[in-house]
């Protein structure tokens, strides 16, 4: 079963303002990532956080990571059309060289 | 990171056919990963193939269905066998760099659709 669950399932808002996605997940975990897919393709790698990591940024992407509360987020400031796609966040589990996919965002940026 | 290429991009198969994935990799990688990905829905992992091991499966995947080989450090092929309709979805091929599974890099996916 996925042990990541994401919310919204779906977001839309206007170029230019600001996107933020939850993740949520339910054991302890060695990372969180962020990936990003464009309209059924490949996964693009967005940014990794360690689970001794809280904030983490690169570029327009802004990741927050809480492990007391098993949560993390996404934002995505400033944004573009070119940013409308499925967001997942996945966990790596401590102890599993795996990755556990969250069931995703999809985001759409309206011009 | 890598390049990953994936063949074929997408097929139509009829139900009881069987297709064969193919994945190739720039660079030599210890770990690859093949996942499923079903119409509207996340990814779930069918399994993990380490060249020169026996692929490791996911609870719900068995390797009669889907027979994978890894032949060396930059290639590896999942079969999808006696297909059904319900086997219709983006099959991805991934590799985790730096010998671990942590940052995958991922193949553009081929999509599958059984009639």
């Known amino acids: 079963s996925q042990q990541g669950e994401e919310d919204p399932q779906a977001l839309s808002i206007q170029e230019g303002e600001n996107a933020t996605m939850n993740c949520s997940y339910k054991?302890?975990?060695?990372?969180l990532q962020w990936y990003r897919q464009n309209s059924g393709r490949g996964l693009v790698h967005l940014i990794l956080?360690?689970?001794?990591?809280r904030e983490k940024h690169s570029g327009r992407l802004r990741v927050t990571l809480d492990t007391s509360k098993k949560s993390s987020s996404l934002l995505i400031t400033a944004s573009r059309a070119a940013d409308t796609a499925s967001y997942f966040c996945?966990?790596?589990?401590?102890?599993?060289?795996?990755?556990?996919f969250g069931q995703g965002t999809r985001l759409t940026i309206n011009p | 990171s890598a390049v990953i290429s994936q063949k074929p991009s997408r097929d139509i198969c009829q139900r009881g056919t069987s297709l064969t994935i193919q994945c190739q990799v720039d660079?030599?990688?210890?770990?690859m990963f093949w996942y499923r990905q079903q119409p509207g829905q996340s990814l779930t992992l069918i399994a993990t193939?380490?060249?020169?091991?026996?692929?490791?499966?996911e609870s719900g995947f068995v390797i009669d269905k889907f027979p994978i080989s890894r032949p060396n450090l930059t290639f590896s092929t999942l079969t999808v066998s006696n297909m059904s309709p319900e086997d219709s979805s983006i099959y991805l091929c991934?590799?985790?760099?730096?010998?671990?599974?942590?940052?995958?890099?991922f193949g553009p996916g081929t999509r599958l659709t059984v009639t």
């Open positions: 996945a966990t790596g589990n401590q102890g599993a060289q795996k990755l556990v």
């Open positions: 193939a380490n060249q020169g091991s026996e692929a490791t499966y």
């Open positions: 054991t302890s975990i060695n990372n």
């Open positions: 956080i360690r689970s001794n990591e």
């Open positions: 991934s590799v985790g760099l730096g010998g671990g599974a942590w940052e995958q890099y």
């Open positions: 660079s030599q990688v210890t770990m």
